[in-house]
């Protein structure tokens, strides 16, 4: 037996609790001649999503300020987004503006959709900047430094692109590993970014607890790049550059053997 639900207002709730949690979903500010409504979703950084209403002759311009660009460029991704901008904004029929702001015009009657698309589209494309940022280059210098490797230690102690599981049963990707007798040694490779350096950090720790025998190595564009992640990551790994040469390869390998 279905049940038939009939749409109120968050006034005509009788559930006092119940109320303020629907009314805390959409807040309102004003913004100069225009208005500033958040809605309940959330970048990836954890900022609220806003829309900009801006009152204009005949109806609306309803944009994302520039929000989801800001955030990209928080973790150092505006480059994906603005790639990701491309594609979405013909898919959902919105305009992306040279001034990286996603926007569309809307009347009166069409306003509530407006509000729920630009949303929609910008945190849309800040989340797929925020999950793609480090893959491309970090799968080049990880393809590169297996073969590098294999060239110095011999195919029969190298295996690439594996999966090991963790002390926490969690099977974590690594670029690749050398075997030296009982020790394996796992090469990832990690970039200045925030969600590069995280994952990193939590799959080397993880490995680490598997015993003595498992030395996880952090392969890097440029230690100097690193900056302020560098602490973070060598509290849990050796680190090197991607491109050191042969000798310094078996000194590491030497070393966690």
Sequence with gaps: MSMAFAQIRSDDIRDAGVRRAVDSLVHASAWGNAYLVTVPLSYPSGTVVGVKI???????IVSDAGLGWREAEGFEAQRSFGAHAGRIKDRYGVEYTSGHEFQMLANERQLTSAIRRISYVSHRAATKAFNSLPEL????????????????????????????PGASNIDWPFAAQVRQGQRRVLFDVVSPQWTSVVAAKSKFSDVRHLGPNIVPVAVVDSIDAMGKWLPLISQEAEIIEDDVDADELRRVVAEAA
């Design 54 to 60: 801006t009152p204009s002759k005949g109806g609306y």
């Design 137 to 164: 280059g970090e799968q080049e210098i990880g393809a590169a430094l297996f073969q590098r490797l294999r060239d110095t230690f011999g195919p029969d102690s190298v295996e690439g692109e594996l999966k090991l």
